[in-house]
């Protein structure tokens, strides 16, 4: 299996709760966001984006949330399901859709 | 439908030896990337192409060279393999002008330098 999920915080959650994963990033100079889920042996996929411009932006049981005061991004899984397990990345669009991704978030979901 | 496409799934090299790690989309996307993924840390960026007949450094170049062939490849060579280049390699796509930081990634190539 990915050796990537080793010494990652990881969030535990029930089937059908909601989830919320953190990211904290550093440059404040960044005006596009995006989250990413990686599942066991696989690249990363895109989730969802957001401007610098937004606070919110809402998906398919997803949702971002950018708070710029506090270099906070999260993002908010609603009814998660078991294939929802995964690692989680935000990450910072440095131009050219070159990507500063943070070190990741695991989320287990148990039936 | 392929998508991203990488070459080989893994590979073991022994310290000093070279290969070159192959990407190719279908996707017509203007944009490539190499990242590389260490255990417990995000995927970080070694070298990209904007567009076809451009490359530039990433994050962490050292050691590495890139060769946009042409639109659709992009290749990654390690010209002496050391252990600290033991890696998960992932190529990447994008079309930043339509949809900017929506990366498609390929599977990724498992590299063992002993």
């Known amino acids: 299996g990915e050796s990537v999920g080793l010494h990652l915080p990881t969030l535990s959650v029930q089937e059908g709760d909601n989830s919320i994963i953190n990211c904290a990033y550093s440059?404040?100079?960044?005006?596009?966001f995006i989250w990413y889920k990686q599942e066991s042996g696989k690249g990363p996929q895109f989730i969802i984006d957001?401007?610098?411009?937004?606070d919110k932006r809402q998906g398919q049981r997803v949702t971002v949330l950018l708070n710029k005061t506090v270099k906070h991004l999260s993002l908010q899984i609603a009814a998660t399901q078991p294939g929802d397990s995964a690692v989680y990345f935000c990450a910072e669009d440095s131009g050219y859709s070159t990507l500063t991704f943070g070190k990741g978030t695991m989320l287990l979901v148990s039936p | 439908n392929a998508g991203v496409t990488q070459t080989p799934k893994f590979q073991v090299l022994k310290t000093g030896q070279s290969m070159t790690l192959q990407c190719a989309q279908d996707m017509n996307h203007n944009s490539m990337y190499w990242y590389r993924q260490d255990p417990g840390m995000g995927l970080r960026l070694i070298y990209y192409s904007a567009s076809e007949g451009t490359t530039d450094k990433g994050e962490v170049p050292n050691g590495y060279n890139v060769s946009r062939l042409n639109k659709r490849e992009f290749s990654l060579r390690l010209e002496s393999a050391a252990p600290s280049q033991t890696s998960v390699y992932f190529c990447?796509?994008?079309?930043?002008?339509?949809?900017?930081?929506?990366?498609?990634f390929g599977q990724g190539t498992r590299l063992t330098v002993v």
């Open positions: 440059n404040s100079a960044s005006d596009y």
């Open positions: 957001i401007r610098s411009n937004m």
């Open positions: 990447a796509s994008s079309e930043p002008g339509t949809a900017r930081g929506e990366a498609f």
